[in-house]
């Protein structure tokens, strides 16, 4: 499944009720913690950072849950220790200790960071 949703907060929450729709519907509802939280740390920045509007991809790979979400910002995410006073920059860290695998794809006009979790 392909979502394009405007890049404002209210697209985090919608972004979760896709996700755990389509993982429900395709059995794997016990993946959803794991895949929603894994969305709402991607979705988050790329409402922050990525530009007017973002696309959600989500869909079953090879045995396992694959995600990606595009976002046209020009700025590539990077893992980077956490300030232990911070009240962000925690995100990638967590998709990290989440996800199975993950990584960060350059585009001509932004970029893709994508996820895989197996049920």
């Not at 389509?22 to 990525?50: F, K, P, Q």
């Not at 199975?100 to 049920?119: E, L, Q, Y």
């Amino acid at each position: 499944m392909e979502y394009l949703l405007p890049s404002v907060p209210s697209g985090v929450s919608r972004a979760r009720e896709l996700i755990r729709t389509d993982l429900t519907d395709w059995g794997l509802a016990h993946v959803v913690d794991d895949c929603l939280l894994i969305v709402s740390e991607l979705v988050t920045n790329a409402v922050r950072y990525g530009g007017s509007a973002y696309a959600l991809r989500l869909e079953k790979r090879e045995g396992q849950v694959y995600g990606e979400v595009f976002d046209p910002g020009e700025g590539m995410p990077r893992l980077r220790p956490a300030d232990m006073d911070a009240i962000s920059g925690r995100g990638l860290q967590i998709v990290g200790a989440i996800a199975d695998d993950w990584g960060v794809t350059a585009t001509d006009n932004g970029k893709v960071v994508w996820f895989a979790v197996t049920p």
